[in-house]
C-alpha cells in the first residue's frame, strides 16, 4: 500500500512525541477512578459474586481509557491537520484512500492499545488481576479499540473546527462511555436503565472485555461481540467512504 507506512509512522511519532500528555496522563486519571473508587466501594458490595470491585473495575477503566484515546487520537490528528492545511500536504501525495485511512485507524489503534496495556499493568500492582478468557479479551480488544479509532476518523473528517470534536467529546462521548458499565453491573440498575445501557454500544465492548478477565458478564459475550465488530466495520465503512469521496477534505 503506498504511503501507508510513512504515514503511519508518522501518527504514531506525534503522539508518543507528547506521550506525557497522550499516553502517561490519562493512564494517571484512570488510577485516580480507581483509587478513589476502591477506597470508597471496596467491601460494601461486589458487582459480581467472588470477585473484587478493584478487580472489576480495572479491566472497564482500561477499555473506557482505550475508548477515549483511540477516539481522541484519529479524530485531533485529522482536524489539527484540516486547520493548518496539512492535509492538503498528504493528498497531494500518491497515496490510496486505503492506505490513507489505515494509517489514520492503525496509528490510533496502536495509541488505545498502549494506554489499554499500561492501565492493566499498574492495576495489577494494586490487584490480583485474573485473565480467564485471554482470547475474548483480545478480541473485544481489537474490535472495540477499532470502532473508537474509525469513529474518530468519522468525527474528524466530519468536523470543520476545533469546538465541534469537543462538543462530540463533552456531550456524547463522555457520557456514554461512562454510562456503559465501567463502574457498576448492569444487573445492579432498575429496568429502564438496564434498557437504556443496552442501547450504548460501548456497554458491550466494556462488558465483554471485562469478561475476558473475570469471566463473568451481564451481556451473553457471543452477541457483545458480534455487536462491536459490527459498530467497528460500520464506522470503518463510513470512514473510508468519506475519504474516498474526499467529503471535506478536499476544498
Known sequence: MPGFPGLFQKECLRFLSVSVQTVFGPVLASLLFLLIFTHVLEGRGAAFEDVRYAVFLIPGLAAMTMIQQAFANSSSSLIISKMMGNLVMILLTPITPLSFFLAYLLSSLVRGLIVAALMILVGALLAEIRLEH??????????????????????????????????????????????????????????????????????????????????????????????????????????????????????
Open 134 to 251: 485471554p482470547w475474548w479479551m483480545l478480541a473485544f480488544l481489537l474490535s472495540g479499540g477499532l470502532f473508537s479509532s474509525a469513529l474518530g476518523v468519522v468525527i474528524g473528517i466530519w468536523a470543520e473546527k476545533f469546538d465541534q470534536i469537543a462538543l462530540f467529546q463533552t456531550l456524547i462521548l463522555l457520557p456514554l462511555t461512562f454510562l456503559s458499565g465501567v463502574f457498576y453491573s448492569l444487573e445492579s440498575l432498575p429496568p429502564l436503565w438496564q434498557f437504556l445501557t443496552k442501547l450504548n454500544p460501548f456497554a458491550y465492548y466494556i462488558d465483554g472485555f471485562r469478561y475476558g478477565f473475570v469471566g463473568v458478564s451481564d451481556i451473553p459475550v457471543g452477541a457483545s461481540l458480534a455487536i462491536t465488530i459490527l459498530f467497528a466495520a460500520v464506522t470503518s465503512a463510513a470512514g473510508y467512504l468519506m475519504i474516498r469521496n474526499g467529503y471535506k477534505i478536499r476544498n
